[in-house]
């Protein structure tokens, strides 16, 4: 199983264009196994969790309600006043069933400075509703940007301490922070076509924090499934955290994503943020849960991996693919090539990948029909229908592409475009 769980992540990080993956198992005893892929940093490498930290907030939530200091029937407006969504209750925002907007209004608050939540509840007037209370299941961040104010009013201190104080400490998850440590991941994302690798920017996302601003590590998520699981009842009581993982739509309970795999049921979280992926998902009948986390903007369905490690690879005998390296510079006989392309009707998303330049059928699943690599200043195939043919890259007088051409085949921009002949076009 070991093997099989690593080739998991080894494809991950092939196909997904990953700097790098790590995962792990566990029960409720702990880490069961736990490996990474390109390059990985090990256990303790810190990562930003996003969406995870929601837990977080739902359980500061919930311990509060446990404590009397209010009732998750209430409306916000009770414990917020005046602002815009005041009627929506503190169950509907945990759920994602408000009908508020996904988004807080203003700039992008993932990749920009926060501001304080005085000024987040002016720019939210509720004027974004987009469906009534109870209606159905909306995700909504800004929804968490309110029931952080929430638990902060009711239980007197800043949210940031409170995750800090009333869980983080207790579970002795000293790898967790508000902000990134010293040699924490960076953020990358990656550029479709050429494969070269951009910083995202590292955030305080200052009143949005509770819907996505921590940072952690394998073995503090470890710790943190080992709650959710149902191993921790002094941080929740059993009856509450069964209470959040309980439907109110079909998928989410009260702060948690909820699904199956073929062992049973499954509770937690998926995180994302500009340059982060991130999983915990736990069977809570068994305890059996795993955690993934990744420093790529896209490339993985995190909780797909992450089930995918609980229950082992079926394709494990399959040889492995070659890791992914991110691009330096696409050479000068591919400048300009990576991109969009039409072969006649055909789609073709066309990539610098590991030092060569693929060609991959959008309409048949992105599948690879064609590899050309530089042999003396040309691109000729490695792979595929065009297999040690050479790839004509057809230039205007300003050295930008036109088109391509490879044993007659001619690829364009647009579908069938009028401004070259087809077979053997040439610019006009």
Not at 407 to 421: C, E, L, N, S
């Amino acid at each position: 199983m070991s093997d099989q769980r690593q080739r998991l992540l080894d494809v991950a990080q092939a196909e997904g264009r990953l700097t790098s993956v790590v995962g792990a198992v566990l029960d409720r005893y702990g880490a069961v196994w736990a490996g990474g892929a390109g390059q990985a940093p090990g256990l303790d490498g810190q990562y930003r969790i996003g969406s995870i930290t929601k837990t977080m907030t739902a359980v500061l939530v919930v311990q509060a309600r446990d404590e009397g200091l209010l009732d998750l029937d209430d409306p916000l407006a009770v414990h917020l006043g005046d602002v815009g969504y005041g009627e929506v209750t503190v169950r509907d925002a945990l759920a994602h069933s408000s009908g508020m907007q996904s988004e807080p209004r203003g700039p992008w608050w993932e990749r920009t400075r926060g501001t304080d939540f005085a000024a987040l509840a002016a720019a939210n007037d509720g004027s974004g509703r987009v469906a009534p209370p109870g209606a159905w299941f909306h995700y909504s961040n800004l929804g968490y940007g309110l029931l952080g104010e929430v638990v902060a009013r009711r239980l007197g201190a800043p949210w940031r301490a409170l995750v800090a104080e009333r869980l983080l400490q207790p579970l002795g998850m000293r790898a967790t922070s508000y902000l990134p440590r010293p040699g924490a991941q960076p953020g990358w994302s990656v550029d479709h076509f050429t494969g070269i690798r951009v910083h995202e920017p590292l955030t305080d996302t200052g009143a949005m924090a509770p819907a996505g601003q921590l940072w952690s590590t394998l073995v503090d998520l470890v710790t943190w499934g080992q709650v959710l699981g149902g191993a921790r009842p002094d941080v929740l009581s059993p009856s509450s955290l069964e209470e959040m993982q309980r439907p109110v739509t079909p998928d989410y309970g009260l702060g948690l994503m909820l699904g199956i795999h073929p062992g049973g049921r499954l509770v937690g979280h998926n995180g994302s943020m500009p340059g982060f992926l991130a999983a915990l998902h736990v069977d809570p009948d068994s305890g059996i849960g795993a955690v993934v986390l990744a420093n790529a903007t896209t490339g993985i369905d995190p909780r797909e991996l992450a089930v995918s490690l609980i229950d082992g690879d079926p394709d494990a005998e399959d040889a492995r693919p070659a890791p992914w390296r991110p691009t330096v510079a696409v050479p000068p006989e591919a400048h300009g090539v990576p991109g969009l392309w039409f072969w006649g009707n055909t789609a073709y998303d066309v990539r610098w990948h590991n030092e060569g330049l693929e060609l991959r059928a959008m309409a048949r699943g992105n599948v690879v029909t064609d590899r050309f690599e530089p042999v003396r200043g040309t691109l000729v195939g490695v792979s595929g229908y065009h297999r040690g043919e050479r790839l004509d890259v057809v230039r205007r007088p300003d050295g930008s592409v036109h088109h391509l051409e490879c044993a007659t085949f001619v690829y364009t921009r647009t579908p069938y475009d009028p401004d070259v002949d087809i077979p053997g076009g040439h610019p006009r």
